[in-house]
């Protein structure tokens, strides 16, 4: 595979390299200064070269996104350093910052990410009842995106809590020429996959523009089977499994198979998502500048989640926001409202409801103040409120739901970061931030401190060392959930006549917050005007893990005559705790921009690393236990490598001009072979089918042609070799999809 590889890309540059000896026109839209020299804001909360960035960070600018043919901003970020992507169903992705996902063993392949923050023009894009990113609440889309910044390793000091391993921030367009501006995109492909993207505005003078977009994607899965996790087997055409079928699988999962219908109710989807947004600036005058932007946005996806009896779940997000920013006198101030609505559950007659509605308030103030000419400050206060609710949705539910009432989590932190150069080519930086939170009632302090030397202008030195805590969510620290079960029905007994099971999952305002810690030290160099390089070396930290444990388990006699059994459980008590597990993360990440003319931009990016784990625990019980009889306890622990993350992943970026209208583009991401685990796979006591993720390279590729100055035409092939393996847990295999689309552009 990698030698037909290896074959594809020397042909396609050839044929390039063979057009630019024929035509030595400038055909790229950016300046070849332009492609060595990108701007990014998120890795010092001001605009900067990032060749100066004092930390690990890479910016993923609209044109190399329009270039490249990734139909998703999940999808753009197979085009940064550093950057595990894999793909669920079609469409629906996983994405961690350099891993540390799953390091526990304990989900049923769920390794949802908890530990990076999502942001669109640093406004929090996040889950507080899970504690996760759920992407496809994403309001924008490509088209609403200037670029997808990434700052990889703690960055809570400048971004606040859940920046443990990272931020991604998304940074919207803004019409550049006073007129009208208006951008289209639409593509269809196989298997069926239909996504369009608009935008319409108008910049009205150099001090107002106003911009409304809206997207939409209905993507349907690449393969029909669903995964069993306690038979570590995969069926197919589940709507349509005889009773005898049904009735031959355990308990549980045939009482889950039996209502297949509402839990699946479109077995072929993967996404289906709409969303719209409004974008408006305003400069008043040279000291009051305000942007707001406001949207709503609704989706239905069929992919990995909550890891119930098959790998595949149903959930539906909605959401509304409205964001203000603004610049008056140098304070900046953003005061952001969302509220939506989460279900992951299909089924109406649940014994569990898992549907809530929440509301986000999130407010910041900051001011830049440029002491001197060597000395920047930046204070700022930050307060964030987020509160879920299940209560009206407990009416259908057998038991109730994980919370059984309104919850609110709340923090209010202030920070201050210095920026000093030294010299003219020695920077200091440090942050520092402290967050008080209700739940847990605890103050965190993170903090980050960077330091670059430039040499000669060409050559830049840095170190880094930084801390960060995650937030506060729902599920972990105020989930109240008793189930009781009589089980004298079982026995044949009326009810009430026999005894009563109580089971319990609780939160816990008190647990730790889980934590990062990073060393990093890095070189950048300007070899000549076409060739820069970037090198990371990192190490990390992880602790104060945490999950549902056993905390109390309690047997009572029935006092019922043989064939009755003599005891039965009374009381089965599972609360969040936190266990000893710590992960060590040592790795490398290698980056080039390559722009030898203004035809060619050659960008190969690799991250090599290990991450290995102390203590991984046995099982969930923490009951003092016989090791001989029953191992399952967390501080019966073992130490191993942490599987779930590959150990090497990266790709490359090739876009080149055959003609002043023709422009091809291939870009490449792979990973290495690695192991994913569920409950049941806990120290390995059994090779699971589905945790084994082969390694995989997918080459992509997109032709376009423009037929007109504003519009294009263009044919798309995702994962152009067809490798059609599983890149997550139990999940689909992913083959080759092709598009074929037409994009239009003013302005």
């Not at 490249?68 to 999940?74: D, E, K, L, M, W």
């Amino acid at each position: 595979m990698n030698f037909r590889l290896l074959l594809i890309s020397l042909g396609i540059l050839c044929l390039w390299q063979q057009a630019y000896s024929q035509d030595e026109t400038d055909l790229f839209e950016m300046s070849l200064e332009d492609l060595m020299n990108v701007e990014i804001v998120s890795a010092s909360k001001e605009a900067e070269n990032l060749f100066d960035t004092p930390v690990s960070s890479y910016s993923i600018t609209r044109e190399e996104i329009e270039k490249s043919g990734v139909t998703s901003i999940p999808e753009a970020l197979r085009l940064c350093p550093g950057v595990i992507v894999r793909e669920m169903t079609n469409g629906n992705y996983d994405i961690h910052l350099r891993g540390f996902d799953n390091v526990t063993r304990y989900a049923n392949g769920t390794q949802v990410n908890f530990q990076t923050l999502l942001m669109v023009d640093n406004r929090p894009v996040f889950n507080y009842t899970y504690g996760a990113i759920i992407w496809e609440a994403l309001p924008v889309d490509l088209i609403d995106v200037e670029r997808i910044e990434v700052v990889r390793g703690p960055s809570a000091p400048l971004f606040g809590p859940n920046a443990l391993t990272g931020v991604i921030n998304i940074i919207t367009r803004q019409p550049e020429q006073t007129g009208w501006y208006a951008k289209a995109n639409a593509q269809y492909g196989t298997p069926q996959s239909l996504i369009g993207n608009v935008a319409l505005g108008k910049k009205f003078n150099e001090n107002t523009s106003l911009v409304v977009s809206g997207n939409y994607q209905d993507q349907l899965r690449h393969d029909d089977l669903y995964y069993l996790y306690n038979s570590d087997r995969y069926l197919e055409n589940i709507h349509t499994l005889s009773e005898d079928d049904i009735q031959a699988l355990p308990s549980e999962e045939a009482r889950t198979l039996s209502k297949a219908t509402i839990l699946y109710p479109e077995p072929e989807l993967a996404l289906r998502k709409q969303g719209i947004n409004a974008f408006f600036n305003h400069q008043v005058n040279d000291q009051i500048n305000v942007n707001l932007s406001l949207g709503a946005h609704k989706a239905e996806v069929q992919r990995e989640f909550l890891g119930g009896i098959t790998s595949l779940d149903f959930s539906s997000t909605s959401s509304q926001y409205v964001n203000l920013a603004s610049e008056i006198y140098g304070v900046n101030t953003k005061i952001s409202y969302t509220q939506g609505n989460d279900r992951f559950s299909y089924d109406d007659s649940a014994n569990i409801v898992l549907e809530f509605d929440s509301r986000i308030i999130d407010i910041a103030i900051e001011y830049p103040w440029e002491v001197s000419d060597r000395l920047k400050l930046r204070p700022s206060i930050n307060y964030q409120s987020a509160t879920n609710n299940d209560s009206d949705y407990l009416a259908t539910a057998q038991y109730g739901g994980l919370l059984n009432r309104s919850v609110t989590t709340s923090g209010i932190a202030g920070s201050l970061r210095a920026d000093y150069n030294l010299t003219d080519d020695w920077r200091l930086i440090g942050s520092v931030r402290a967050d008080k939170f209700n739940k847990p009632d605890d103050v965190y302090v993170s903090y980050q401190f960077a330091s670059t030397y430039t040499v000669s202008d060409k050559y830049l030195f840095r170190v880094a060392y930084a801390k960060s805590n995650s937030s506060a969510f729902a599920l972990f620290t105020s989930t109240e959930l008793n189930v009781n079960i009589d089980l004298g029905q079982s026995f044949g007994l009326p009810p009430g006549a026999g005894p009563q099971y109580r089971i319990a999952y609780l939160g816990n305002s008190n647990v730790d917050l889980l934590s990062v810690t990073m060393a990093e030290i890095g070189f950048r160099a300007k070899i000549n005007e076409h060739l820069q390089i970037d090198i990371d070396a990192f190490r990390q930290e992880a602790e104060n893990f945490s999950t549902y444990i056993v905390s109390e388990q309690t047997f009572q006699p029935t006092g019922l005559p043989e064939p009755f059994p003599p005891a039965v459980p009374a009381t089965l008590v599972n609360s969040i705790e936190n266990f000893p597990t710590t992960a060590t993360q040592m790795g490398v990440t290698l980056s080039a921009n390559f722009v030898p003319n203004t035809k060619l931009q050659f960008k190969p990016f690799l991250t090599v690393q290990k991450t290995d784990v102390e203590n991984i625990p046995l099982g969930l019980n923490t009951l003092p236990t016989d090791p001989a009889t029953n191992p399952f306890n967390i501080y019966n622990g073992f130490d191993d490598e942490n599987l779930s993350t590959p150990r090497i992943y990266g790709g490359a970026f090739v876009h080149g001009v055959i003609t002043p209208k023709l422009h091809a583009n291939l870009s490449a991401y792979f990973f290495g072979d690695h192991t994913q685990f569920a409950r049941d796979d806990i120290n390995q006591t059994r090779n699971s089918i589905a945790g084994e993720i082969d390694s995989k390279l997918l080459l992509n590729t997109k032709v376009s042609y423009r037929i007109i100055d504003p519009l294009k035409v263009y044919v798309n092939i995702r994962n152009l070799l067809g490798t059609d393996s599983r890149e997550y847990y139990g999940t689909d295999r992913i083959g080759r999809t092709i598009f074929v689309g037409a994009s239009f552009s003013l302005n």
